[in-house]
């Protein structure tokens, strides 16, 4: 039977964000920041005016989730492709607060012009993004919020606005308003996606029809989910993701965070994370996916990251139903997994290990993928009573090495990564490492293959940063 993938369907400027508000449609990227440009903002609001398409929003809906009592739960739309344009709305229009680049809150006010809305030159400037210049003219209208707030009375507008331009007839500015505030009747194409599809399709979809070909990876998909959670702490959860990974870049960043997010600052996993303000590490400054894709592997038997999409939305693997306790369950044992890479001597031992293999420079690391893995070995063998503390840093040193050196995890990384973890699993990470050896570091690996990889002195050569790794351990 063929599964209908998804449903077309329009809704107004002011039916999208009121579903926003009351909840029905989670914009999880509402507390990053905000990407676009001001003037995009200015160009999004100055399409809407004139009628012109403005593209699809496409949403996913979630899944239905059996509750304990037998009950089900409805599950929540999550608005995946469409943020920034939505987020432009909220602020201009709506007249919500957003965050910036540097992460701080402020509102991007367009302002309007009601004498260039009568302009027959198709150039003339209607929209502007609010400056000092428009805040000072009796012309301007310095922010169109104000015009779609519901308080918002045109007749006592007209009539100051026609009192301070002469030249305006109350008439005609009545015409240009109701043009203006008809932005919110504006139909925008929605492509809601089927909650029964796989999240690699639901990946799929979302690259064949955006329209610039934007990647969109499946650690965004994971960020979303638990950002549109409020229930389990999701929210909270990917803030602290999202400030590790910041953090990790830009240490200084933590004085932002204790000034502006008291929230943030006064939760649990402020002081978790709090030790990266004096960081000098640059060798692996993990990012989302990597913080995410770390956590996973060392707390399930499974790899991809699209696993954990439907472990977070209470899949049974088996019974293919969606069960409460699952949600539960995946949350909890995420939030421990995500603190323990955070955890400060977790991290800094992983980096000593990494470090005393020969890597003391990012300039020596080309993919994080090995990274990534090796880290997620670290932690699950620091839980594991038959490793020693010693043994555990030499397999993670051999495991990673292999990896850069064999390009383990340079294609379909996901896939080995499972294969591995199975392996592992099954014989342990010692007899693993051994198999895995064996097969793949035969004698014409090194003296045919290496000879060869050597040959070519690129700064990007797996081969070649192990040689330069191997120099500065003196192996």
């Known amino acids: 039977m063929i599964i209908e993938k998804y449903n077309p369907n329009s809704l107004n400027v002011g039916a999208i964000l009121g579903l926003i508000a009351s909840g029905d449609i989670a914009i999880p990227e509402i507390q990053r920041p905000f990407v676009w440009k001001k003037k995009q903002v200015r160009d999004l609001l100055d399409s809407l005016y ?14 239905n989730v059996k509750l304990k009592d037998g009950t089900l739960s409805t599950g929540k739309k999550i608005l995946i492709d469409g943020q920034q344009r939505v987020t432009a ?11 910036n680049s540097e992460y701080r809150k402020e509102r991007i006010k367009i302002a309007f012009d009601p004498f260039a809305a009568l302009s027959e030159d198709r ?6 993004v609010q400056d000092q210049s428009h805040l000072k003219s009796k012309r301007w209208i310095p922010d169109i919020a104000e015009v779609f707030r519901n308080d918002f009375s045109i007749y006592a507008f007209i009539t100051k606005y026609c009192a301070e331009n002469t030249e ?14 008809a932005i919110g009747n504006r139909m925008i194409g929605v492509i809601e996606l089927s909650d029964n599809l796989d999240i ?6 979302f690259i064949r029809i955006n329209s610039k070909g934007t990647a969109l990876s499946q650690g965004d998909f994971v960020m979303s989910k638990i950002a549109s959670d409020e229930t389990y702490g999701g929210n909270m959860l990917r803030k602290a993701i999202d400030y590790f990974a910041h953090l990790c ?23 978790k994370i709090k030790w990266l303000e004096n960081d000098k590490e640059d060798v692996y400054n993990p990012e989302c996916d990597d913080i995410l894709r770390v956590a996973f592997m060392h707390m ?33 044992k995420l939030k421990e997994g995500v603190l323990n890479v955070f955890n400060k001597n977790n991290f800094n031992q992983f980096m000593l290990a990494i470090r005393g293999a020969g890597f003391i420079s990012a300039k020596l690391v080309n993919s994080y993928m090995a990274l990534d893995f090796a880290y997620a070995l670290y932690l699950r063998l620091t839980k594991d009573p038959g490793v020693s503390v010693s043994e555990v840093k030499r397999i993670v040193q051999r495991w990673y090495v292999l990896s850069v050196l064999t390009g383990r995890y340079s294609a379909s990384p996901e896939s080995s990564f499972y294969k591995d973890i199975r392996q592992i699993n099954e014989i342990g990470a010692v007899n693993a490492l051994k198999a895995i050896e064996d097969a793949t570091l035969s004698d014409n690996f090194w003296e045919v293959r290496i000879v060869q990889d050597l040959s070519y002195m690129s700064t990007i050569n797996p081969t070649y940063l192990v040689y330069l790794a191997a120099q500065v351990a003196g192996k």
């Open 300 to 332: 399930y038997p499974r790899a991809k990251l699209a696993d954990l999409v439907n472990l977070l939305s209470g899949r049974d693997f088996e019974s293919r139903e969606f069960r409460v306790e699952i949600m539960e369950d995946t949350y909890a």
């Open 123 to 128: 150039e003339a400037e209607v929209f502007a």
């Open 50 to 63: 004139k009628g012109y398409p403005t593209g699809y929003l496409i949403v996913w809906k979630n899944p």
């Open 89 to 99: 709305l909220m602020t201009a229009v709506a007249g919500i607060p957003v965050i």
């Open 249 to 271: 870049v830009e240490p200084s960043f933590c004085s932002f965070i204790k000034e502006n997010d008291s929230e943030f600052a006064t939760s649990e996993y402020f002081p």
């Open 168 to 181: 305006m007839q109350p008439d005609t500015l009545s015409d240009i308003l109701t043009n203006l505030r």
């Open 200 to 205: 690699d399709v639901v990946t799929d979809i």
